[in-house]
């Protein structure tokens, strides 16, 4: 089971940091996903990381202004988001799965097995 928390209102320019954590379990040998999805649009990936390889990648908008941390006992994910504005406004979900590979990009929702419950982000002046 995975758990959200983090969410919160912040202004244009400015930072929250999500949490996605694993109950009773590692999350070693994973990939984690990051996704949001904004009012009247699909859920769109974000960021994904593999817990054994320290493999990151990052969506192109949010480059350089999102990173992805992993604790040391490999039980939760975080997701750090700097700069953040209006547009990165939605709910945002962590998602994981066992042994799943990236390639090239994250991989689609639909590769992994379990998701947390989602967590609320907005960003307005």
């Known amino acids: 089971q995975l758990v959200e928390s983090g969410g919160g209102s912040v202004q244009p320019g400015g930072s929250l940091r999500l949490a996605c954590a694993a109950s009773?379990?590692?999350?070693?040998?994973?990939?984690i996903g990051w996704f949001r999805q904004a009012p009247g649009k699909e859920r769109e990936r974000v960021s994904c990381?593999?817990?054994?390889?320290?493999?990151?990648h990052y969506v192109d908008n949010v480059e350089g202004r999102f990173t992805i941390s992993v604790d040391n006992a490999r039980t939760t994910v975080s997701l750090q988001m700097n700069s953040l504005k209006p547009e990165d406004t939605g709910v945002y979900y962590c998602?994981?799965?066992?042994?799943?590979?990236?390639?090239?990009?994250?991989?689609?929702?639909?590769?992994?097995?379990?998701w947390g419950q989602g967590t609320q982000v907005t960003v307005s002046s």
């Open positions: 998602a994981a799965d066992y042994l799943l590979a990236i390639e090239l990009t994250c991989p689609q929702e639909y590769h992994y097995e379990h």
């Open positions: 009773g379990s590692s999350l070693d040998l994973h990939t």
């Open positions: 990381t593999s817990i054994s390889s320290n493999f990151t």
